[in-house]
C-alpha cells in the first residue's frame, strides 16, 4: 500500500516483531544479509490493512569499548540500532515514522539511557536518517574492514563470540570486500 511518496500514519503501526521474522527480512533485503541470534527488542513495521511486516528495527548491546565511548559512565545501559531495513515499496519517510516509534518504546520501557548507531560508507549511507531524527553525529569511525561469506554473501564480523584476527578469518573462508568508514550518532534519550 504505497499512497504516493509519503506514508500514512493511519496506515502502518509498529510492534514487537518475532526475531525470526526480523531475521528473515534482513537476510533478504538488508546488505548485510544477516545478523545475531539474539537482540533486546525487535520493532517492526507492520501495514495495518494486510497485517505484513515491510520493515524493522533491530537492536543490541553495543561493544564495551563502544557503549563507554558515547556514555562511559552508563555504558551497559547503551544501546544499539544493529539493522535497519524497510521493504523497497514503503513510502519514503516509512524509516524515520519505524525509528521514532522504536525510540520511542525503548524510553517507555526506561532500561536504557543512551543510543548508538552506525551508516556505512560502504554503501553509501551517511545518516540523513537519523540528523533527520535529532541524532547527534559524534564523527566518522574506521576505516573497518567488511568481510563476507562467499557462499551467502552474508557480512561476517571478526568480533562474534570471541575476536577473529585476519588469519583466523581467511582460515574460515571468509573474503575481505574492503576497508570503510562509518558515521557514528547518538541519542541520549
Not at 44 to 58: N, P
Not at 63 to 73: D, G, K, P, Q, Y
Not at 172 to 183: A, I, N, P, S
Request: glycine letters at 8%; proline letters at 5%; aromatic letters at 10%.
Amino acid at each position: 500500500m504505497n499512497h504516493g511518496n509519503s506514508l500514512r500514519k493511519a496506515d502502518y503501526y509498529v510492534a514487537d516483531c518475532p526475531l525470526q521474522l526480523a531475521q528473515a527480512m534482513v537476510a533478504e533485503h538488508h546488505y548485510a544479509k544477516g545478523g545475531s541470534n539474539t537482540a533486546v527488542y525487535v520493532h517492526g513495521l507492520y501495514e495495518r490493512e494486510a497485517e505484513i511486516l515491510v520493515g524493522v528495527a533491530w537492536w543490541l548491546p553495543p561493544t564495551r569499548v563502544a557503549a563507554e565511548s558515547v556514555n562511559r559512565e552508563n555504558w551497559q545501559q547503551v544501546l544499539s540500532l544493529t539493522r535497519l531495513v524497510i521493504l523497497p515499496d514503503v513510502p519514503r519517510n516509512a524509516c524515520s515514522f519505524l525509528l521514532g516509534k522504536s525510540v520511542k518504546l525503548i524510553r517507555k520501557d526506561g532500561r536504557f539511557v543512551t543510543l548508538v548507531t552506525y551508516a556505512d560508507e560502504s554503501q553509501g549511507h551517511d545518516g540523513s536518517i537519523y540528523r533527520a531524527s535529532n541524532w547527534e553525529y559524534v564523527g566518522r569511525t574506521g576505516p573497518y574492514p567488511r568481510w563476507i561469506d562467499p557462499e551467502t554473501g552474508r557480512q561476517v564480523a571478526p568480533k562474534a563470540t570471541k575476536n577473529r584476527t585476519k588469519q583466523d578469518m581467511l582460515d574460515l573462508g571468509y573474503v575481505l570486500e574492503g576497508r570503510y568508514h562509518k558515521h557514528k550518532y547518538v541519542l541520549h534519550l
